[in-house]
């Protein structure tokens, strides 16, 4: 199944993640937010483990583009647990570190039913909490 996902910060400019379309296991035209979750997390941690290890030179031509160069140094190559990871971002999400967006509609409960479409675009909004207190 083929969705488009954007992700984005409170307070930039830019977005995280520009929309892209990525490839998730199906999951059907109403899926619960749980398993969206689950099925995007599980295509990331997927791409991260089996990104090379190997910087190459196109890379870094497509991001002078965006005028941020980066030479993709790994200093860590563990690969990443597809289960800690589903299981870290379902509570981030309820805990209320990043919203999700779709078909122009917030959705804040894990147990809430996405109606997906070919042209709707999930946006994920990653929340930031502001440092220091009031005295």
């Known amino acids: 199944m083929q969705l488009t996902v ?6 930039r400019k830019r977005d995280l993640i520009d929309k892209r379309v990525i490839e998730i296991e199906d999951i059907g035209q ?28 196109l890379p870094l031509l497509d991001q002078e583009v965006s005028g941020k160069i980066s030479f993709g140094n790994v200093y860590n190559d563990t690969k990443a ?3 800690a990871a589903v299981k870290t971002a379902l509570l981030a999400f309820q805990d209320g570190l990043f ?3 779709a078909n ?18 999930v ?13």
Not at 6 to 11: H, T, V
Not at 30 to 57: D, G, K, S, Y
Not at 129 to 134: C, T, V
């Open 6 to 11: 954007k992700a984005k910060q409170l307070g």
């Open 123 to 135: 946006t994920f909004i990653r929340l930031t909490f502001l440092a220091g207190s009031y005295w």
């Open 30 to 57: 109403a899926p619960t937010v749980a398993q969206l979750i689950n099925a995007v997390v599980m295509q990331q941690v997927r791409e991260f483990n089996n990104r090379p290890n190997e910087a190459t030179i």
């Open 99 to 101: 919203v999700i967006f």
């Open 81 to 83: 647990d597809p289960s």
């Open 104 to 121: 122009e509609e917030e959705y804040t409960k894990s147990e809430q039913v996405i109606h997906l479409q070919e042209d709707t675009i």
